[in-house]
């Protein structure tokens, strides 16, 4: 009896559920490119070891797509059948450093393993990524940080030394000791000129007045102490990334490049009815090491021949005050871009129009530029693959602050589904 009056109450509860469920409801819309750019763009991932942004885009497929994953730790899956067959590839991987040596007082060397520069990673934040978890430190400044950087600046406005000094070369703190009557310290007083506009000579990592020293601060004081936080030879460090919301529709932060093109691809993927797709092979793949050599493309384009490939990567655009127009010109905010000419690669302009038509046919806004760097589409080209870069505009490229407009992201992630629907 007790058993047929629970089975009772939980028929009605199930019907009450039902009829509250309006008729016919679509299902929770798939999460945006932008939304799921501001997830993945703060997932480690740096060139060499992206498994934690690997494990990120595998978990967001859904197991229907039958995603594959390789030693490398490049993810990709096949939809379709027949020619053509397109590929889409974006790079997960990013820049950063990695750890070189503990010293005896419990700091870091860092080893660059980048394209930033030196300059700017002075005094910021960062993260060693360690087997026991993230350790927060900060790049110590070289002894002559504030010098230096006071004199790059009065050289870049044609400023004139101060009193006293040497005339074409900007006073060091030896020669300005600080305010109040201080004497300068022992390192200050050795510290030499600087000419106006020019950045100190670089000296070895750790010594004072080496620029920059790549020498973190772990807020420990011996070697014993730094490697119980589990830090340890080998470990990737990263900038300490932060969300910078310019405006609702405006974002600045680290990694933009490349995980807007990833998160562009990811949205796609999830958006497509891939059900539908027919006539054609569609491959979307998430590759490692572009930054450092284009190694993940490479193994890729040992198993993978496509006829066409579009490389999904930023777009180095001039689209500041001081710059150059007349290269790199994508505005922020005018859509995506078409990258016509960039040193690894030329499109055909048949196919720059075919896309560029199939955009208007749609809608979309389009840009049609050229650009420095290299894509890794250009690695298929050997095999007989057309390669069309797809980008969106971006300023301060490898940078802590990578700037991208939302509009020009939907746009590419309108602009990848227009191509699987409609490519032939």
């Given at each position: ?5 629970y089975?009772?109450?939980?028929l ?14 679509a299902?929770?819309p798939a999460?945006?490119?932008?939304d ?7 997932v ?30 490049n ?31 419990g ?21 060693i ?12 400044p ?11 600046t ?5 400023a004139?030394?101060?009193a ?7 006073p ?12 300068a310290?022992?390192a ?8 106006a ?25 011996t ?27 405006i974002?600045?932060t ?11 691809l990811l ?14 092979t569609?491959?979307?793949?998430w ?5 450092t050599?284009?190694n ?11 006829d ?6 930023t ?28 040193t ?7 196919e ?11 809608g ?13 589409g ?5 095999d007989?693959?057309?390669?069309i ?14 700037k991208?407009v ?14 699987i629907?409609?490519?032939?």
């Amino acid at each position: 009896m007790r058993k047929t009056t629970y089975g009772l109450l939980l028929l009605a509860l199930t019907l009450n559920i039902a009829a509250a469920r309006p008729q016919g409801a679509a299902p929770a819309p798939a999460a945006s490119s932008w939304d799921l750019l501001r997830k993945i763009v703060l997932v480690p991932g740096m060139s060499g070891q992206e498994g934690k942004a690997a494990d990120f885009l595998q978990a967001a497929l859904p197991a229907s797509l039958k995603v594959q994953r390789d030693a490398r730790n490049n993810v990709w899956f096949t939809a379709g059948e027949g020619k053509p067959h397109i590929l889409f590839v974006a790079h997960m991987d990013e820049l950063g450093y990695t750890v070189d040596k503990i010293m005896p007082q419990g700091t870091v060397l860092l080893k660059p393993y980048s394209s930033f520069l030196p300059q700017v990673s002075e005094g910021r934040a960062f993260v060693i990524h360690t087997a026991k978890g993230p350790v927060e430190g900060i790049i110590q400044p070289a002894a002559d940080y504030y010098v230096s950087q006071t004199a790059t600046t009065a050289g870049a406005r044609g400023a004139q030394p101060a009193a006293g000094a040497n005339r074409g070369a900007v006073p060091t703190q030896a020669a300005n000791p600080p305010q109040g009557g201080q004497a300068a310290s022992p390192a200050q007083a050795k510290a030499a000129p600087v000419a106006a506009g020019q950045n100190p000579p670089a000296a070895k990592p750790g010594a004072a007045g080496a620029t920059p020293g790549f020498e973190v601060y772990l807020g420990v004081s011996t070697e014993q102490e730094a490697r119980a936080l589990g830090v340890a030879e080998g470990n990737p460090v990263l900038v300490k990334k932060k969300l910078v919301d310019l405006s609702p529709d405006i974002m600045a932060t680290r990694a933009v490049d490349d995980r807007a093109g990833c998160a562009a691809l990811l949205a796609a993927a999830l958006q497509t009815d891939w059900s539908k797709v027919h006539g054609k092979t569609v491959t979307i793949a998430w590759d490692v090491e572009e930054e450092t050599g284009l190694n993940g493309a490479q193994v890729l384009a040992k198993t993978l021949k496509p006829d066409y490939v579009f490389a999904v990567d930023t777009f180095v655009s001039s689209d500041t005050p001081l710059e150059n127009k007349r290269f790199g010109d994508a505005v922020l905010g005018k859509g995506a871009v078409l990258r016509s000419i960039d040193t690894s690669n030329v499109t055909p302009k048949t196919e720059i129009r075919k896309v560029a038509k199939l955009a208007a046919a749609r809608g979309i806004p389009v840009q049609i530029c050229s650009s420095r760097g290299g894509n890794d589409g250009s690695v298929f080209v050997a095999d007989g693959a057309v390669d069309i870069p797809l980008s969106w505009p971006g300023v301060h490229a490898h940078s802590f602050i990578e700037k991208i407009v939302k509009s020009d992201l939907d746009a590419l992630t309108r602009l990848v589904m227009a191509i699987i629907e409609e490519w032939k």
